[in-house]
């Protein structure tokens, strides 16, 4: 039974730092593509991150590039997403999802399939 559980999530001051986790349970991690995407009252989700499987590549959208990083720990079976330099539209409540075929590079709505419940990140003074 495929599981993603998303944790780190939390209250931080404008400027500060969190660092999320992604732990997978019924697959191996690294042969799949893995995505961070956050969703905030109101708004669309948003992908902000992917990374394919083997750690070919990494991708990052706009809003986040150069604060946000993504990376992967095999032997932990978990993904992270570093998030420094926090404002306050980074609010949200952000999930990680998984492709749904192996070896792929790939991680839009139409390429996942596996969704963890999220965890909720206040950016706020």
């Known amino acids: 039974q495929v599981q993603l559980v998303e944790s780190g999530g939390g209250l931080v001051q404008p400027g500060g730092s969190l660092k999320l986790s992604c732990a997978g349970s019924?697959?191996?991690?690294?042969?799949?593509?893995i995505g961070w995407f956050r969703q905030s009252p109101g708004k669309e989700r948003e992908k902000i991150s992917c990374i394919s499987a083997s750690d070919r590549s990494t991708l990052y959208a706009d809003s986040v590039k150069g604060r946000f990083t993504i990376s992967r720990d095999n032997s932990k079976n978990t993904v992270f997403l570093q998030m420094n330099s926090l404002k306050p539209e980074d609010t949200a409540v952000y999930y990680c999802?998984?492709?749904?075929?192996?070896?792929?590079?790939?991680?839009?709505?139409?390429?996942?399939?596996?969704w963890g419940k999220g965890t909720l990140v206040t950016v706020s003074s």
């Open positions: 999802a998984r492709a749904l075929d192996m070896y792929g590079s790939q991680c839009n709505d139409e390429d996942v399939g596996y």
């Open positions: 019924g697959f191996t991690m690294e042969y799949y593509a």
